[in-house]
Nanobody, 123 residues
């Protein structure tokens, strides 16, 4: 059974940091890329960052470049999203998902999804 489980969300003040984790199981980690997606209240889900597990190549949405860092731990089959200098607009539910390719635009093609985790950034 494929599972992706997010953790690490919560409430933080603007300017603060959080590290999200996406623990995966049930598929070959190196065969997939993992993406992080953000859904703000009342808005569509959007790609934030993704990483190709086999070679570590990454991609970021422009608005998070320099503030967020995606990484993976192959020994733990886990992907992390380090979020620094958080802004109120980063509030929302964060999802991780698995797909064969690292893309932040073709969201519907991601095969497996986590349940999502809430991040709230207060002013």
């Amino acid at each position: 059974e494929v599972q992706l489980v997010e953790s690490g969300g919560g409430l933080v003040q603007a300017g603060g940091s959080l590290r999200l984790s996406c623990a995966t199981s049930g598929f070959t980690f190196d065969d997939y890329a993992i993406g992080w997606f953000h859904q703000a209240p009342g808005k569509k889900r959007e790609g934030v960052s993704c990483i190709v597990n086999s070679d570590g190549s990454t991609n970021y949405r422009d608005s998070v470049k320099g503030r967020f860092t995606i990484s993976s731990d192959k020994a733990k089959n886990t992907v992390y999203l380090e979020m620094n200098s958080l802004k109120t607009e980063n509030t929302g539910v964060y999802y991780c998902a698995a797909f064969r390719f690292c893309t932040m635009t073709n969201i519907d093609e991601y095969e497996y999804w986590g349940q999502g985790i809430q991040v709230t950034v207060s002013s």
